[in-house]
């Protein structure tokens, strides 16, 4: 069983930064593909940006550029910087572990609100 736990959400002007921190318990956290997701009201989960076991990253073509994904396995905790925020960055980020050697072993965290406004 893991636990995730988000947070580092909120309110930020566009062009701004925010980072999410995503706290995982109960597994082992390095066996684990981690993954930011995020929804957007009356749109569909997206993948925003993944980190293997073995530090390997990709992310959506809409962020590349602006956001980074990390993970600090000795803390249990993968990170999202996000930059250069955009209106359309708006949406609910979920954190997402994936057990690499089973592939149908996924958790999900509660979600945490970003809303890029002036």
């Known amino acids: 069983q893991v636990q995730l736990v988000e947070s580092g959400g909120g309110l930020v002007q566009p062009g701004g930064s925010l980072r999410l921190s995503c706290a995982a318990s109960g597994s082992i956290f390095s066996r684990y593909a981690m993954g930011w997701y995020r929804q957007a009201p009356g749109k569909q989960r997206e993948l925003v940006a993944e980190?293997?076991?073995?530090?390997?990253?990709n992310s959506a073509d809409s962020v590349k550029g602006r956001f980074t994904i990390s993970r600090d396995n000795a803390k249990k905790t993968v990170y999202l910087q996000m930059n250069s925020l955009k209106p359309e960055d708006t949406a609910v980020y979920y954190c997402?572990?994936?057990?690499?050697?089973?592939?149908?072993?996924?958790?999900w965290g509660q979600g945490t609100q970003v809303t890029v406004s002036s």
């Open positions: 997402n572990a994936r057990r690499e050697a089973y592939p149908g072993i996924v958790y």
């Open positions: 980190i293997t076991s073995g530090g390997s990253t």
